[in-house]
């Protein structure tokens, strides 16, 4: 147990070192804050990348408790803030870059305007499996692309944690969404709305033909990259729109060109790391919020529980991509 004022949390201290889990100083809500007790913990890739040493653009130094994604309650309302009391169950992207601490840990202080209202029918461990990935989805969705009814809609690894959020966000909006993925992953994508195209057996034309009749399709959300976004580009229609949430290769613009098309990255991170725009993805989790109680969005949660004990099984679990749904870190137990 942990000493009053302080907490248990689970930190990394060098490159690929293993999870420590440690007594630490409680944080303190400070001005504009609340402190979270955190209920569950989601595991992105990025994770992985940080505790590598692999994610300089995360600006994360160890030693460093991770973990961006959580949700909870809210345990303590700091000076300014009006929209939160204690007792309120809450979700968001919060931390674990920018030298913030992350959610391993049984408390966080953080951004009030970060967080969200949990539906009461979304468990922890649901909610914290959504932010960084829905966030995702929806900046490149909507704020880039600005997705609209009856849009012919690729979306690149759609069975992925951004990829499944991006599927429901354009049903959602009516458009007539297809996506790339293995078969085993087929009937998942299916059951959503969408129409698989099995990445394995068709090539970028293959599928054009198919399913464009060689035109291309209006939007293309790559989230995967590399050789998959220069398919991307190839694949969009006349006047189309290109969105990555890794298109931080070289690539070769000239078939966007030849189709008057357009690109926009998405760098989810950039609110936490710079401070500007922490509102708005406090708001884009309102409207995940929304789809949730309207049926138009489902979690897929990995169905492997872990706590603060096995952080390094979770992390294993991610590493393998393996993991039936988004991977959670637990603090109190669900059952």
Do not use: C
Not at 287 to 314: C, I, M, N, W, Y
């Amino acid at each position: 147990m942990s000493h009053q004022g302080n907490m248990q949390a689970v930190v990394v201290e060098n490159v690929d070192g293993p999870f420590v889990v440690k007594d630490i100083p409680r944080p303190v809500a400070g001005p504009g804050q609340v402190l979270v007790e955190i209920q569950a913990s989601g595991v992105n890739p990025l994770d992985l990348k940080i505790r590598a040493g692999k994610a300089a653009h995360a600006k994360q130094p160890l030693p460093a408790v991770l973990g961006i994604d959580l949700a909870g309650i809210v345990a303590a309302v700091g000076p300014g803030v009006t929209e939160w009391s204690m007792g309120d169950e809450v979700f968001g992207m919060t931390g674990g870059v920018g030298g913030v601490q992350g959610s391993l840990a049984q408390y966080a202080s953080v951004d009030a305007s970060l967080l969200a209202r949990k539906p009461p029918q979304l468990d922890m461990r649901e909610a914290a499996s959504l932010p960084l990935a829905f966030i995702t989805a929806w900046e490149g969705l909507v704020d880039r692309a600005h997705v609209a009814k009856d849009m012919r809609v690729l979306v690149h690894g759609g069975a992925g944690g951004i990829g499944y959020m991006a599927i429901q966000i354009a049903r959602a909006f009516g458009a007539q969404v297809f996506s790339t993925v293995s078969a085993s992953d087929a009937e998942h994508v299916r059951e959503r709305g969408t129409v698989p195209i099995d990445r394995h057996l068709l090539s970028v034309n293959d599928y054009l033909q198919m399913h464009t009749s060689g035109d291309g399709f209006d939007m293309v959300f790559d989230t995967v990259g590399g050789e998959v976004l220069d398919g991307s580009f190839k694949s969009v229609a006349r006047f189309g729109h290109v969105v990555s949430a890794l298109g931080w290769g070289t690539h070769s613009l000239a078939p966007l060109s030849f189709s008057a098309g357009t690109y926009s990255g998405v760098f989810t991170l950039l609110p936490l790391l710079t401070g500007v725009g922490k509102a708005h993805h406090g708001e884009i989790l309102r409207e995940a919020a929304k789809l949730f109680e309207t049926g138009q969005l489902l979690p897929r949660v990995d169905p492997d529980h872990f706590d603060l004990s096995s952080v390094e099984q979770a992390h294993a679990r991610v590493a393998s991509s393996q993991g039936a749904g988004k991977v959670v870190v637990e603090f109190v137990a669900e059952r």
